[in-house]
């Protein structure tokens, strides 16, 4: 059984810092690529980074790139993403995603449940 399990969300103010964490089970971590996904109420979900199986190469949507990191530890099945300088824009259910980048078939990519991040005053 593949499981993506996030943790690490919660209520923070501007400004702050909060980093998640994804666990991946039941799956060759290191054959995927790892994603972070966003989505805010009445807003469509959007990438907000990725990173590649070795960890060599990143992207970044623009309104995050400079405040955002993701990382990943092939060795503990896990992948990170360090949020700071945190904004009420940033407030959404933050999702975790896993590619199989030796398969294209869109079966064999996986989801997390996700995990509320609030960004408040």
């Known amino acids: 059984q593949v499981t993506l399990a996030e943790s690490g969300g919660g209520l923070v103010h501007p400004g702050e810092s909060l980093t998640l964490s994804c666990v991946a089970s039941?799956?060759?971590?290191?054959?995927?690529?790892m994603s972070w996904y966003r989505q805010a109420p009445g807003k469509r979900r959007e990438l907000v980074a990725w990173?590649?199986?070795?960890?060599?190469?990143?992207d970044y949507a623009s309104d995050v790139q400079g405040r955002f990191t993701i990382s990943r530890d092939n060795t503990k099945n896990t992948a990170y993403l360090q949020m700071k300088n945190l904004k009420p824009e940033d407030t959404a259910v933050y999702i975790c995603?896993?590619?199989?980048?030796?398969?294209?078939?869109?079966?064999?990519?996986?989801w997390g449940q996700g995990i509320q991040v609030t960004v408040s005053s």
């Open positions: 039941g799956l060759a971590f290191r054959n995927y690529g």
């Open positions: 995603n896993a590619v199989d980048s030796l398969r294209p078939q869109t079966a064999y990519d996986y």
């Open positions: 990173i590649n199986t070795a960890g060599l190469t990143t």
